[in-house]
């Protein structure tokens, strides 16, 4: 059974930049998009970003388009996500999930695999 683990969360300034790291288990990582979401206290869990199973396509939601980066490293099964110029509001648990098929997009249900997050602390 695949297990996702991130890391790299923490405690930064408005401005800042973070590089969370999402490191899967198994053989089979390269066959599969992975993405990126996120969750605040007292709000729902929101798509943040995604990366189709080669890193040839990769989508954002608009409040991240221009200050996030999706990437990926097969050889590593590692998935990462570059966060700079970092607001308050992007404070939240960030969390890496393994898509069903070889793209997905922003709906949670085109995942099946979680991760057990990572907190993301912005402060003003």
């Known amino acids: 059974q695949v297990q996702l683990v991130e890391s790299g969360g923490g405690l930064v300034q408005a401005g800042g930049s973070l590089r969370l790291s999402c490191a899967a288990s198994?053989?089979?990582?390269?066959?599969?998009?992975m993405g990126w979401f996120r969750q605040a206290p007292g709000k729902e869990r929101e798509f943040v970003a995604a990366?189709?199973?080669?890193?040839?396509?990769?989508d954002y939601t608009n409040s991240v388009k221009g200050r996030f980066t999706i990437s990926r490293d097969n050889a590593k099964n590692t998935v990462y996500l570059q966060m700079n110029s970092l607001k308050p509001e992007d404070t939240a648990v960030y969390y890496c999930?393994?898509?069903?098929?070889?793209?997905?997009?922003?709906?949670?249900?085109?995942?099946?695999?979680w991760g057990q997050g990572t907190q993301v602390t912005v402060s003003s």
């Open positions: 990366i189709s199973w080669r890193g040839g396509s990769t």
């Open positions: 999930a393994r898509g069903r098929t070889v793209r997905a997009g922003p709906l949670i249900r085109e995942y099946d695999t």
């Open positions: 198994g053989r089979t990582f390269s066959s599969y998009a």
